[in-house]
């Protein structure tokens, strides 16, 4: 019977850690973003709520990315490929964000600014 509640009490533990692993992620994903923004000419939010839901949208898609093709949009250790990637997540979100805007140049040097800064925010990142 012990032996069930330590089980449970993982799995309790587990979902709680990973609430606060994808609460991190996305806190990190909007403050990352917002100075890739600050930083990137043709790269546009307007206010803290398309911010907040930019980083949910880039989160979510990273995530789907990841879930159905094993391959991770991020510029840096993820070679060419994770960089097309971050090209497009960063571009296709403006079709599902109202108060985010960003050109095909804007999200190529967005791609390169969001991942220096992501290589440099400490911690594990990945869900």
Excluded: C
Excluded at 11 to 29: C, D, F, K
Excluded at 104 to 114: E, K, P, R, T
């Amino acid at each position: 019977m012990s032996e069930n509640n330590h089980q449970a009490n993982a799995q309790t533990s587990n979902g709680v850690s990973t609430v606060w692993q994808i609460v991190g992620r996305l806190v990190a994903a909007a403050v990352i973003l917002a100075i890739t923004a600050f930083f990137t000419p043709g790269f546009q939010i307007n206010n803290i709520w398309s911010l907040a839901v930019a980083a949910v949208v880039l989160t979510i898609l990273d995530y789907l990315i990841v879930k159905f093709t094993g391959l991770h949009a991020s510029p840096f250790g993820k070679g060419f490929v994770g960089f097309v990637l971050s090209v497009a997540v960063l571009y296709v979100t403006q079709y599902f964000v109202a108060g985010y805007s960003i050109s095909w140049m804007a999200a190529i040097i967005g791609a390169l600014i969001y991942g220096v800064i992501d290589y440099f925010i400490p911690g594990e990142q990945q869900m």
